[in-house]
């Protein structure tokens, strides 16, 4: 089994810069893709990034540019520095692990972003 806690979630301005971590634990975490997902009310979930084991990454268009993934597999910790938000930004962010790129097999309980105007 495979357990994600992120934090690192808040309120900022537009503009402004989060940087989201998410610890993970489980026997098979080093060989798992890491993925970011959000959802904002109304919207279904979305995949915003993901990471292989290996590094490769995939962006959401929408991100493309702003937000970087990152990950350090000593710390089993997955990031996403998110960069220039805006208020299209808000939403819960979700962790993930699972197959490379959707990386949607365990999921993280969630944490709120609120980028403010």
């Known amino acids: 089994q495979v357990q994600l806690v992120e934090s690192g979630g808040g309120l900022v301005q537009a503009g402004g810069s989060l940087r989201l971590s998410c610890v993970a634990s489980g026997s098979i975490v080093e060989v798992l893709a890491m993925g970011w997902y959000r959802q904002a009310p109304v919207k279904q979930r979305e995949l915003v990034a993901s990471i292989s084991s290996g590094g490769r990454t995939n962006y959401a268009s929408s991100v493309k540019g702003r937000f970087t993934v990152s990950r350090d597999n000593a710390k089993r910790t997955a990031y996403l520095q998110m960069n220039s938000l805006n208020v299209d930004d808000t939403a819960v962010y979700y962790c993930?692990?699972?197959?490379?790129?959707?990386?949607?097999?365990?999921w993280g309980q969630g944490t709120q972003v609120t980028v403010s105007s």
């Open positions: 993930s692990a699972g197959r490379y790129p959707t990386a949607n097999e365990f």
